[in-house]
């Protein structure tokens, strides 16, 4: 490709001078890009009072692990402010945060910049420091920089890493984005290393084919796909500038769905992110905005803003020290502003498919008591974030968190609403499928098969079907059926879980149970039968039960309530309900054979006399 500049020349990788005015229109068009301006300039004014004799590379808000990223939105507030505003204050802080770090740190010192990831983010911080903040600094200072610049790059070209492979599990990761991505984008600002930049047009090219699926479902989770293109997308714009290929536009058919995953993903209450896959229990990332900014997604654009206002995060618009610094680039991407559009006058149903197995269900839209409902069983491109939960379901309502996902740390599958066979727990690596979505009148049906999640000469497993049935209306509650089985014959001892937010509290009823929401108070049943004989639903003690991952050790009970039933069968056929209820009786449930072979019927009935029956049979289950 083309040199983006002589070396040591301005950069100017984004804009100049003459973008200006289009550039500071465009922050002041419409209410939510003025608030995303006021926060920049409100962070940058912060930022005005961080220390440089020494500077602080960690601090109360940031670990090592986030150095980088921190100093990138130091640098990349403070130099864009300074642009906005015409105000030399921005300008001579960043300069000054700038120089410290590269008179203090080495690019290859793992006590500052531990990993090819930290490398990455400092090495993305220079490159945009060296270029918005160039005016600021003598030509001296500037080839410090530079100097600094060409060691960090050359240790990210040079790094013989599984990151280098051409595999979709690593090309599909963040890690492989921001590696590259800073690799090129130091490239493109020192403006005589076309080895660099055309090794990272490469990489970054293979990560947006495969960092999502048709559907825009990033599998890693919407927090590290923020992380991940926050590396990729701001080498992508300056490249297509400098004269290189338009990797974003050859990415568009993806890009303008990833958006969705925050839509389908947003909580009813709180505005935080269902927490599936690696995705923690955090608002929406504005760095994954770029296909909605780009197509013009409002009902994307509403998601995002709502996750944050309902969470106390509109900050965020500014940036945040856990993500990749991509905040200015938010009145950079497409030719119009951009208005949020709720999802109801937008026409988005109740219900969306990913492709890569993961269904998600609603019975409104507008609502703390709105209910959410997940089902998750496909394949996951990058096993690294990959979770063994697969036919995992989650349901919210009420205000309630009823079954969740635990969190990023708790992968198992004995930490999801999972089933155990014959002693064995789902594997790294394992897949599901999901065989069936549909909608009717007043539901929804999902079924998913995941025997090729569990290592099958352990337990031999032949079938691990779920199927799920969510009641939207007039009471919104689930209904899932597990048929599962082993290869060899005879009784086999099994186990099913139903996690739910540590906070809960649990009151045996009988068989069942009926937890009690630490929200508002909200109640629901959980009963569970099997075939027509209920069985008992019992409380799991935790308080022993670790997880060590990545050399840190986390507890259970810190973060889910485990309920479980244990049975032994040959060939179980496992019924499930949860079902949220008012007052004080509990809806009684009745399972009976049905005519056909393997079918029941499933009645419920509410304290008002209200009565709904199911026809659960092996492949399908449906509201009579």
Known sequence: MPHAAFAGDQPHLFFDTTDHASIDARSQALPWLQRARTEILAKADSYLQVPTAPYPLTGPQNDLGTAGRTLQNRLGTLGFASYLTGNPRYAEKGRDILLAVVRQTEPGNKAQWQTHLQQGDAAQAFAIGYDWLYDAMTEAE?????????????????????WGKDVPGVTSSNHNSVHFGALGLVGLALGDRPDWVDLATQRVRAFFRTFADPTGYATEGVHYVGYGLGGAVPFSMALKRKGGPDLLAEADETLAHVGDQMVWKLLPFDGLMLPLNDNFDRPAEIAALVGTLRH??????????????????????????????????????????????????????????????????????IGDDATHVSFKSGYDEHRGHDHQDENSVTFYAKGEGWLIDPQYWLERSDAHTTLKINGAEQIKGGDGRLVEYREDARGAFVRGQAEEAYDFDTAFVGQADRKLYFVRTPRPYILFRDDARTEDSGQK????????????????????????????????????????????????????????????????????????????????????????????????????????????????????????????????????
């Open 142 to 162: 500037r080839a410090e920089v530079r100097a600094e610049m060409e060691e960090v790059g050359a240790l990210l070209y040079e790094a013989n890493t599984t």
């Open 493 to 624: 001892p099994f186990e099913s879980r139903y996690v739910t937010y540590p906070g809960n509290r649990v009151e045996q009823a009988g068989e069942a149970v009926i937890i009690h929401g630490e929200r508002n108070g909200a109640k629901a049943l959980l009963a569970v039968f099997s075939g027509t004989e209920q069985l008992r639903v019992g409380e799991d003690d935790l308080s022993d039960v670790v997880l060590v991952r990545r050399g840190s050790t986390f507890r259970y009970d810190k973060y889910l309530r485990r309920l479980a039933v244990r049975f032994t069968d040959e060939s179980p056929e496992l019924i499930s309900l949860v079902v949220p209820f008012e007052g004080d009786v509990p809806p009684a449930i009745a399972v009976t054979p049905g005519t056909q072979r393997y079918s029941f019927v499933v009645s419920v009935t509410f304290a008002d006399a209200q009565c709904d029956a199911f026809l659960v049979e092996e492949d399908d289950i449906s509201l009579q």
């Open 296 to 365: 013009k997604r409002g009902d994307q654009l509403w998601a995002t803003l709502e996750s944050l206002e309902k969470s106390g995060s509109i900050d965020e618009l500014g940036g945040y020290f856990g993500i990749s610094y991509t905040a200015p680039f938010l009145f950079l991407w497409g030719d119009e502003p951009v208005a949020p559009v709720d999802p109801i006058t937008a026409g988005l149903p109740l219900g969306h498919r990913f492709e890569s197995g993961k269904v998600f269900l609603r019975d409104k839209w």
